[in-house]
């Protein structure tokens, strides 16, 4: 692959035009060197999901140009398209499990991209992969649900399932929806602590589109906030003033975004 050290995601002028006129995304630059984990921020219909969606082109851009490592994902057919997203782990807000499968095939599904078509509907997967998911979950605290059905989750524990399941897939970048949009704000701050534990003990870039301003100005190097399409704000967390979130969130209260959490709170980092 080329340029693996780089571990660089560019976008170039990136715009999505829908079908109606309404235009989601307005020339947007950015770049995101390896290891960088970042927030994105706006308010509804900035779009923030639409931009991690073109990425990986599960929207596709209507101009401009994507790239990782040097590889412009833009221009691929679909051969080549579907092995560069192997290269990016996908993270969702509704978990996007399949729920009558237990952890550990949920896990492995992550690995479908690399194993060959017989082999994944007979489930059979490389002992390697198998060794790499018990490893995973042994991270995230679910190692005793390895062999659990999805749908006996806490939310919290179905959404280290997603992130063991994009991390299975060792990813050059992580794109994260709104991580934490369904959990309780203990269970976020686990959440994402661990997102970003994960992200710089792997060196992975990652973007995670989040609503809570202040749970990304917690974890997060860098801050992108997006409003109608453009970015209005790129920069350290410390520098989100208050007259800034208003010019990002217009006249949405942006204080309410906030989800406050005892103080005492997560230190014991428990499997919730």
Not at 32 to 51: C, F, H, M, N, R
Not at 72 to 80: D, I, M
Not at 226 to 234: N, P, Q, T
Not at 257 to 272: L, R
Request: with cysteine.
């Amino acid at each position: 692959m080329s340029g693996m050290g780089a571990g660089m995601l560019k976008l170039d002028k990136l715009v999505k035009t829908y079908n109606t006129g309404d235009q989601a995304l307005k020339s947007v630059e950015l770049e995101i060197p390896k290891g960088q984990v970042l927030a994105l921020i706006g308010p509804s219909g900035a779009g923030k999901s639409t931009l991690i969606r073109c990425i990986n082109r599960l929207v596709e851009p209507t101009s401009g140009q994507v790239y990782l490592d040097g590889v412009e994902l833009t221009g691929l057919g679909a051969g080549a398209l579907r092995r560069e997203r192997c290269r990016m782990g996908m993270i969702f807000q509704e978990y996007a499990l399949v729920e009558r499968l237990t952890v550990m095939e949920n896990v492995l599904s992550g690995r479908l991209g690399y194993v060959g078509f017989w082999r994944s509907l007979f489930r059979k997967f490389p002992q390697g992969d198998v060794d790499s998911a018990y490893r995973l979950l042994d991270r995230v605290g679910l190692l005793p649900m390895a062999d659990k059905r999805a749908d006996e989750l806490s939310g919290g524990q179905r959404q280290r399932v997603g992130i063991c399941r994009a991390l299975i897939q060792d990813p050059a970048l992580l794109l994260v929806d709104e991580p934490t949009a369904s959990l309780d704000p203990k269970t976020s701050r686990q959440i994402m602590r661990l997102i970003v534990e994960l992200c710089t003990e792997r060196g992975l870039a990652a973007i995670i589109n989040i609503h809570d301003v202040e749970l990304a100005k917690m974890f997060v190097q860098r801050v992108v906030g997006l409003e109608s399409g453009a970015i209005v704000f790129d920069g350290k967390p410390e520098d989100l003033t208050p007259d800034m979130l208003t010019h990002i969130y217009g006249e949405e209260d942006w204080e309410a975004t906030i989800e406050t959490v005892d103080d005492d709170e997560d230190d014991a980092e428990a499997s919730t």
